[in-house]
């Protein structure tokens, strides 16, 4: 019986929301046979979503540059209301609006005990890490739904303190399922302290994301570089300094003129594979951002690299980028001993003290990346606005449970 609906990849540039059953506390297949572990799921609940937003990591899969296959469901950006618990589930409960960190994880592996819970061991049988509605990611239904499973709900939930409170800042909540994490993770693991100088390339939700984190880790200048005038305006309207790169200028002349010389103390990547070169209308060209960085990055800083990169794209540039192998000049960072972090962003390590400057009133993330809530159903015009570029972060509010700005 369909009594959820979800959004679907229906082939390159083509998303559809379609009829799906509603959620059961069970494992999926993948993960069941993959790994030999019981399909039923006491440990899970089913939440009602009460935001789930739209992500550039989503984009990759749409535009047909990954391998996820017609038919997939997407969604790994999820916030929502418990409507009902495993008999394993202690400690939230009916009623608790929680936020669901897009990794998901088991709490009970080496790397969970270790808090690196972006690549769970028990999750995935076909690598480390998991996430919902994402190819190669444990076959877990996506998020853009109206309902959705989560599995070990007592370990992966964030569970926010007041319902009215959590109501009322939802469009800045609903960024700690993913980029508001993954931005401050970009900064952090770059290094990013009191005074530095930071470059982060891309002014999509996740460079602004990690461009506003640099602030609240206490960077003296931001700059942000990107080729889309919209979102450089849009880094802009919180005091970042911008660099476009459709200009073709140097970028460390650029960052000279705003800084006084031609490095800076920490970078992030918010482009990842899908990275254009420098100049108007210039090509895909994968490692521009690495190397960008490599160059403009003092010795001895820190390159923050949540921007994702494949082990497989179809719709690669040459051979060699088709398996994820692009033209990085790793002489350079190492000639500098440069530090590279890469991966999922471990949400759960940030979430919590994220939600809490949220509900101090203390980080404005909603702002920051301009987000805008659309219907369910309008989710296939939120995809191609976002994929032309649009400075917005799309929210899907599928049962009209965000309060009017
Ligand atoms: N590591 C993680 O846990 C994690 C989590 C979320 C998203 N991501 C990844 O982060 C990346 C950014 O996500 P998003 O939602 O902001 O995507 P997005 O596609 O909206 O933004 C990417 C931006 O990069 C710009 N760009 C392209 N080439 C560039 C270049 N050479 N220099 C500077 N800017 C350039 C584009 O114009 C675009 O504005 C994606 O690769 C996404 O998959 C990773
Ligand atoms: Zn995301
Ligand atoms: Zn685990």
């Not at 939440?47 to 540059?65: A, E, F, K, P, Y």
Request: aromatic share 6%.
């Amino acid at each position: 019986m369909a009594d959820n609906r979800v959004v679907v990849y229906k082939g390159p540039g083509k998303v559809a929301v379609e009829d799906i059953d509603y959620p059961k506390l069970e494992l999926p297949d993948d993960v069941v046979t993959g790994l030999g572990i019981k399909k039923a799921a006491p440990h899970a609940v089913v939440l009602r979503l009460v935001t789930t937003n739209i992500c550039g990591s989503d984009q990759h899969m749409v535009r047909g540059r990954t391998t996820a296959p017609v038919g997939q469901t997407l969604g790994h950006e999820i916030t929502g209301e418990v409507v009902e618990v495993g008999d394993d589930v202690l400690f939230v409960k009916p009623g608790d609006i929680c936020s669901v960190p897009f990794n998901i994880a088991c709490g009970r592996c080496r790397m969970c005990n270790e808090g690196k819970t972006g690549i769970c061991l028990n999750v995935n049988p076909a690598r480390a890490g998991a996430a919902y509605g994402y190819v190669d990611m444990g076959g877990w239904l996506g998020g853009q739904a109206e309902y959705v499973m989560v599995p070990f709900a007592d370990f992966n939930l964030l569970r926010f303190p007041d319902r009215d409170a959590a109501l009322a800042k939802i469009l800045d909540l609903t960024m700690l399922s993913d980029i508001f994490p993954t931005g401050y993770h970009g900064a952090y693991t770059a290094g990013v302290t009191t005074g530095s100088t930071v470059y982060v390339a891309g002014a999509g939700p996740v460079g602004l994301a990690a461009a506003y984190s640099a602030q609240l880790l206490g960077a003296s200048v931001v700059i942000v570089g990107d080729m889309n005038a919209d979102r450089l305006a849009q880094a802009g309207s919180f005091g970042c300094e911008t660099v476009d790169l459709s200009s073709g200028g140097d970028l460390a002349d650029m960052i000279a003129d705003i800084v006084g010389e031609p490095e800076v103390d920490a970078a992030v990547d918010a482009v990842g594979f899908e990275a254009r070169g420098h100049g108007a209308g210039a090509a895909e060209a994968p490692a521009t951002v690495l190397n960008d960085m490599m160059s403009v990055a003092r010795a001895g800083a820190g390159l923050g690299i949540p921007g994702l990169y494949v082990t497989g794209d179809p719709g690669a540039v040459d051979d060699n980028a088709k398996v994820g192998q692009i033209g990085v000049r790793l002489g350079l960072g190492w000639a500098k001993s440069h530090t590279f972090a890469t991966g999922q962003c471990p949400v759960k390590r940030y979430n919590r003290q994220l939600m809490n400057l949220i509900l101090a009133d203390r980080a404005h993330i909603a702002q920051a990346v301009n987000a805008v809530t659309i219907s369910l159903d309008d989710a296939p015009r939120g995809y191609q606005e976002f994929d032309q570029g649009a400075a917005k972060k799309y929210v899907i509010d599928p049962h009209g449970m965000v309060p009017a700005a």
